[in-house]
Nanobody, 128 residues
Framework: QVQLVESGGGSVQAGGSLRLSCAAS????????VGWFRQVPGKAREGVAF????????YYVDSVKGRFTISRDTAKNTLYLQMNSLKPEDTAMYYC?????????????????????WGRGTQVTVSS
């Protein structure tokens, strides 16, 4: 049984940093795309950052480029999202997702419908 557990969320002031973690059990970050999504109540879920473990090809939504970094630790079977220079608009529930298939057009697909396994989320709140 696949289980993804996020941690590392919290409340920070604008300009601060957080590192989210997603520990996997029953699943190995290998050849399928994995990534982070976020959602604010009343708004659509948004794909934020993705990595294809087989090639380490990454993809970021424009709003987080240069501020967020996705990475993985194979030994710990954990996915990370380092978030720097946080802005109030980054406030959301953040979810990790796995089993997103292979690369499409040279990158991971950023739509949630392609990902089969999801964590329960960790809240990130950025105050101005």
């Amino acid at each position: 049984q696949v289980q993804l557990v996020e941690s590392g969320g919290g409340s920070v002031q604008a300009g601060g940093s957080l590192r989210l973690s997603c520990a996997a059990s029953g699943y190995t970050y290998s050849r399928q795309c994995v990534g982070w999504f976020r959602q604010v109540p009343g708004k659509a879920r948004e794909g934020v950052a993705f990595i294809h473990p087989g090639t380490d090809i990454t993809y970021y939504v424009d709003s987080v480029k240069g501020r967020f970094t996705i990475s993985r630790d194979t030994a710990k079977n954990t996915l990370y999202l380092q978030m720097n220079s946080l802005k109030p608009e980054d406030t959301a529930m953040y979810y990790c997702a796995a089993d997103g298939g292979g690369l499409y057009g040279g990158r991971c697909r950023p739509q949630g419908l392609w990902y089969k396994n999801w964590g329960r989320g960790t809240q990130v709140t950025v105050s101005s």
